[in-house]
């Protein structure tokens, strides 16, 4: 009765994606958004991907939510996202019927027809890193950082029994198909192997070294699998644990997920370089080498009839031909951590820096994914359009900067120098200069129209060049720059604590601010020019008086990190991007918080007005981009 149902509902939804116009597929910005946003721009990174029975749809769980998506159609169906928290790991139940979610310590058995939750299980002390559903759908295990795995009735949600041994992170968890035992990857590199009906631990399996991302049995429960971050996969006995054969690529990579197909002749583990590899079950040969992903391949799943892989990651979701390995179909919106964002002149677009080495281009009206650019090897710290909007500038964790053009998408120009990441960039009002900060204790001038290097400053000094490979002794990482609107005056903030203010047109040294205790994330002029402000390590922002250095005053947002500091463009709101989530609204003038923005489940690291002055948008570790509606005051 209950698959019934479920194919009933699952007919009615597909049914619905049909009739619907083609616009159905950018509405999902606009699905289960927090009170005050108006849209959402990405669907978070990916945590797990899962086929329901029957091939009717798969399951995504990211950052955010639960994505729900038609395996013809390949349309976002549903989202599920009610109170789940930072969901760590999920489980779709063999009928189809039950979500098991972790976030943190808490486990959550969500029922996918009706769509709210049914249960939440505690008894964790610490986060869930994985859980997964008995092959009779009966009982549920998790595996957690406390060091025990929990076995849970699925049907009562009561607490079955405890399994503990040592005090290593369990980060990995699998059931053999028969339910009698119960292996754990753990942190330290072993498998630990316990009797399921009695708790009794039997054996430890060595071999890796720390640690395991990946336990999986065969679906006749003979063989068992493991994938760590040793940059190999091992086969071992399922019934006895002998190792059976160790498999190895390159080594660089190191395999973070994997999956037997349901045949069981195949195995595929995805890695942290974006490849998915095939390896023959039986013999343990590799068969195939699938690349397309820009980042890690955090989980794989084979559609119930052998046909299809799907993958995802950091970033977008790959669909494969089992058989061939070619590529059929990708899904975009996915990404991971969102480090740095930035309004198109005009407020049309927005950027976005991404974990998994991309920059994407979204439309601030319908939410649209428009491009992305990819190419880059290394993370993206920091972008920033040009007041013109003819060039978007990337800072990277690799020291290199990258010019491109937003409407095309091509790189205009690298600008190499830097040996350490840039962790931000910014524009002289004029257009013509672009200016770096990085972990290389340097800020460095850029003449856009050339590309050449006009000139470095490091501690309190312009260096000359015989010196550029040689900073200042004093000086610190720069972790923020920020021109003042008139273009004359340049605020860097440091790992140090402390501010410093250039003369941005010979570079001298003119003033340290001196109250923070910690990192300087963020600096920011006021739209008059009169006020610094600066977000900090030490959970606090401060704002400065710039012609005197002098403190003005404190805000302190609930002991939290402040990464991203930003004034309103009519200089009296100022908002705030924060450690806890959440993204805070300040009073210039009084200095009380206006309002707290919540949704996000991860760090907000940037946040940014439109030009108007009428919209917040918040790029998180999530991998989503919020954008809050504003009212005037």
Known sequence: MKIRLFSTFLTLVLFSIVLLPNTFAQNYAQWELPEGAVARLGKGGIHKIQYSPGNRFFAVASTIGIWIYDTVTLQEALLFTGNMGGISCMSLSPDGRTFAVGGGQVLQLWDTIIGERQATLTGHTNGIFDVVFSSDGQTIATGSSDGTIRLWDAGTGEQKKTFAKGINWITSVALSPDGEVVVSGNSDGTLNVWDAPTGEYRKTLTGHTPWINAVVFSSDGRTLVSSSNDGTVRMWDGRTGAHKKTLTTDGSSNGISGVFSPSGHI??????????????????????????????????????DGNTIVSGGEGNIHLWDAATGEQKETILGH??????????????????????????????????????????????????????????????????????????????????????????????????TLVSGSEDDTIRFWDIRTGKRRMILSGYNVLPDEQQQNPNEHAEDVYSVAFSPDGNTLASGHHDG?????????????????????????????????????G?????????????????????PF??????????????????????????????????????????????????????????????????????????R
């Open 267 to 304: 195995f595929a583990s995805g890695n942290y370089d974006g490849s998915i590899h095939l390896w023959d079950a039986e013999t343990g040969g590799s068969k195939q080498t699938l690349t397309g992903h820009l980042g890690p391949v955090n989980s794989i799943a084979f559609s119930p």
């Open 335 to 432: 990404s991971g951590l969102v480090r740095s964002i930035a309004f198109s002149p005009d407020g049309n677009t927005l950027a976005t820096a991404n974990y998994d080495s991309t920059i994407r281009l979204w439309d601030t009206v319908t939410g649209e994914h428009k491009r992305t650019f990819a190419g880059d090897t290394w993370e993206v710290r920091s972008v920033t359009f040009s007041p013109y909007d003819d060039i978007l500038a990337s800072g990277n964790y690799d020291g290199n900067i990258r010019l491109w053009d937003p409407t095309t998408g091509k790189l205009i120009r690298t600008l190499a120098g830097h040996a350490k990441s840039v962790n931000s960039v910014v524009f002289s009002p004029d257009g013509r």
């Open 498 to 534: 402390n501010i410093r203010l250039w003369d941005a047109r010979t570079g001298k040294h003119q003033m340290v601010l001196n109250g923070h205790t910690w990192t300087v994330w963020s600096v920011t002029f006021s739209p008059d020019g009169r006020t610094l402000a600066s």
């Open 559 to 632: 002991a939290e990190t402040v990464f991203s500091v930003v004034f309103s463009p009519d200089g009296r709101t100022l908002a705030s991007g924060n450690d806890n989530d959440t993204v805070h609204l300040w009073d210039v003038d009084t200095g009380e918080r206006i309002k707290i923005l919540t949704g996000h489940s991860r760090r907000v690291w940037q946040v940014a007005f439109s030009p108007d002055g009428r919209t917040l948008a918040s790029g998180s570790g999530d991998g989503t981009v919020l954008l809050w509606a504003l009212t005037s």
């Open 536 to 556: 900090s390590g030490d959970e606090t922002i401060c704002l400065w008086d710039v012609d005197t250095g002098k403190h003005q005053g404190t805000f302190t």
